[in-house]
């Protein structure tokens, strides 16, 4: 490892460090620190999927958007000989990559080779947080057999892929299904946000996406967010078409799509979310995905579903509540001052008024019931002001 790839390896690993460096960045940028900045395309992408939580997302993860940022500059700049050590100084360390180009992005893409992390087995760890290893399904015959043996030589459990859970073999799998270009990841000013992307591939004339999904279900809402992401990596990384695949594996299959870059929907997108970021308040999403939104994001998320023991929570302490203020219950005595006779004391009419409302929503049916009872008998004093008792009414 050269001297500068220790110095940036000791750098990101300082997270006190990073955040600071974001807090001055946005400092020299006349940003307030409570504002995003630091934005990522996956996650804006994800307004599709629901747009309070793309923003939410994005709040919380911004610091995992300003390191790649950092990073790029720096190691970028490394790579063209730009630097050969990283300044102490953070205002000349921050001011590192604002002469790279977009020619020279292109020029560093043009190094990479479309090579695919190939791998013989993949290890992970089992719902009882057992470490398992699988071997690559999609590997030639001769050398699965060739990677069990040498698995078994060293002791190393190896788990069956059809068995793993849904999720986890949708990852494994995803890193053998999808096509192989060459990608770059790179940022791009588009104020009020400093947007960081990396597409799963860039090809001469279009951009490429892959996503897993459970079941042909989920797919018909995974698809708009694979799409806008690639309208997101082709408008940034100047390609007019995107190609992205999605893979269903309740089915096996992987279905393709392409189509040219919309330019339009990507401004819309991004306007969009800015106007959430500003606090604009979205349509809600379908309610299953509230019902599955992360616990944390969900607690501060304003137009969240209520989860159903909330709502079990909620309508005991309405009912608690509404026993309470009801006039005709007995709990109701402790709360309102008293009349000699028993009845509930009104300053005024309208207070009168502002009671029978209340009287009205809790019970319905009481009212009918005060109507022949009370009403009729004349056994009420307030018969002559009550509303209810009004034929317009
Ligand atoms: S709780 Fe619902 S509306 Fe709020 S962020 Fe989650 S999915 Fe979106």
């Known amino acids: 490892?050269?001297?500068?790839?220790?110095?940036?390896?000791?750098?990101?690993?300082?997270?006190?460090?990073?955040e600071s460096l974001m807090l001055l960045e946005k400092e020299r940028r006349g940003v307030d620190k409570n504002h995003l900045l630091f934005v990522g395309m996956a996650n804006i992408a994800n307004y599709w999927w629901c747009a309070m939580r793309s923003v939410l997302e994005t709040k919380r993860d911004e610091l995992t958007f300003f390191v790649p940022y950092l990073t790029d500059r720096l190691s970028y700049a490394h790579k063209l000989g730009i630097i050969d050590h990283l300044p102490t100084n953070s205002e000349k360390l921050l001011d590192i990559g604002d002469d790279i180009s977009w020619n020279d992005i292109v020029q560093l893409l043009r190094e990479r080779k479309a090579d695919r992390i190939a791998?013989?087995?993949l290890s992970s760890f089992d719902e009882d947080g057992n470490k398992v290893t699988y071997i690559n399904p999609d590997l030639p015959e001769q050398l699965r057999t060739q990677e069990r043996m040498r698995l078994e030589s060293?002791?190393?459990?190896?788990?069956?892929?059809?068995?793993?859970?849904?999720?986890?073999?949708?990852?494994?799998l995803e890193g053998t299904r999808?096509?192989?270009?060459?990608t770059i990841r790179w940022n791009f000013e588009y104020p009020p946000y400093v947007i960081v992307g990396v597409p799963d591939g860039i090809a001469d004339v279009f951009v490429y996406e892959f996503k897993t999904t459970q079941s042909q279900f989920l797919k018909r809402f995974v698809k708009p967010v694979a799409q806008a992401q690639a309208d997101l990596y082709g408008y940034f990384f100047r390609r007019d078409k995107k190609r992205y695949q999605i893979y269903?594996?309740?089915?096996?299959?992987?279905e393709t799509f392409e189509s040219d870059i919309d330019k339009s929907l990507v401004e819309q997108t991004l306007r969009d979310f800015e106007r959430v970021d500003s606090g604009w308040i979205p349509p809600l999403p379908v309610a299953w995905k509230c019902k599955k939104c992360d616990d944390a994001l969900s607690q501060v998320c304003e137009k969240r579903i209520p989860k159903k023991e909330e709502i079990r929570k909620k309508q005991k302490e309405e009912k608690r509540k509404a026993k309470t203020e009801d006039p005709l219950s007995k709990r109701a005595g402790k709360r309102r001052v008293k009349r000699e006779d028993g009845l509930p004391d009104f300053d005024s009419q309208e207070d009168l008024i502002a009671f029978a409302a209340l009287v009205k929503k809790l019970d319905d049916q009481r009212i009918?019931?005060?109507?022949?009872?009370?009403?009729?008998?004349?056994?009420?004093?307030?018969?002559?002001?009550?509303?209810?008792?009004?034929?317009?009414w």
């Open 1 to 18: 490892m050269s001297d500068i790839n220790s110095e940036l390896q000791a750098l990101l690993t300082n997270r006190q460090e990073i």
């Open 248 to 254: 269903v594996m309740e089915d096996e299959e992987t």
């Open 154 to 172: 060293q002791g190393i459990s190896i788990g069956n892929i059809d068995d793993t859970p849904p999720l986890l073999r949708g990852k494994i």
């Open 178 to 182: 999808s096509e192989c270009y060459p």
């Open 368 to 392: 009918a019931n005060c109507r022949h009872k009370l009403g009729l008998n004349k056994t009420c004093p307030y018969c002559d002001v009550c509303p209810y008792l009004d034929p317009e």
């Open 119 to 121: 791998f013989a087995s």
